[in-house]
């Protein structure tokens, strides 16, 4: 399990970092897991940061010690970031991927993340391909846990080993003109780009 020392530091660093690391949620009676493949950074002075905007309550997370969990909505889903060294500055878990073979994970995985009007299953390698399905598939929740921090009985994140050879650092996604959209703040692993937002897909 990664301890609170992983993130305190530079949030450019622990999103670069992040990549190759598993997240792993408890479900029922089951573990979920996705390997991060894709991360984006955001500082308190960077305009494109919810924390620019200043505290509230309901982004107070940003704001507490480094490894405290904001969540938020977007995209009519939930989003998972981690705060890190410094009030306001955090990292965006953009993308995963399934880790592990196991045949009944993946089938929980996409139970929770179906194709929204439709029968049809997702493909595994975008079952965790943006940042609400990430958390679709893994069913993690903003009211189980905003402001919260990782714990090893149900919700955190590990170190299996891997490091990805084949970075990406490029600019965010869905910052608006003038928000500092120009910023290389996202991480990409490239030997799972497939797996990655859609807007990567273009570089």
């Known amino acids: 399990m990664l301890n609170t020392d992983f993130f305190n530091r530079d949030a450019l660093l622990v999103a670069k970092e992040l990549l190759g690391k598993v997240l792993y949620k408890r479900y029922a009676d089951q573990w979920l897991a996705a390997m991060i493949v894709e991360t984006e950074a955001y500082y308190l002075a960077d305009k494109g940061s919810h924390a620019s905007l200043g505290w509230t309550a309901k982004r107070q997370a940003l704001f507490m ?15 998972l970031n981690v705060s890190c060294q410094g009030e306001g500055n955090a990292v965006l878990i953009k993308a ?3 880790y592990g073979e196991d045949p009944m994970m993946l089938a929980t995985m996409h139970r ?11 493909d595994t390698h975008r079952l965790c391909a943006g940042q609400t399905l990430l958390c679709k598939a893994l069913n993690i929740k903003v009211p189980e ?21 084949n970075i990406l650092q490029t600019t965010r996604l869905g910052i608006p003109k003038g928000r500092d959209e120009h ?7 490239i030997d799972y780009v497939r797996a990655t ?6 570089i």
Request: charged share 20%.
């Open 197 to 202: 937002t859609r807007g990567t897909q273009k």
């Open 183 to 189: 910023l290389p703040y996202r991480f990409v692993d």
């Open 145 to 165: 846990w905003d402001q919260r921090t990782f714990d090893k009985n149900y919700f955190y994140m590990g170190d299996v080993g891997y490091t990805p050879q």
């Open 112 to 122: 929770l993340n179906p194709v929204q009007y439709s029968l049809r299953q997702r």
């Open 96 to 98: 995963g991927i399934p």
């Open 65 to 79: 010690p480094p490894g405290t969990l904001y969540l938020y909505y977007a995209r009519g889903g939930d989003s």
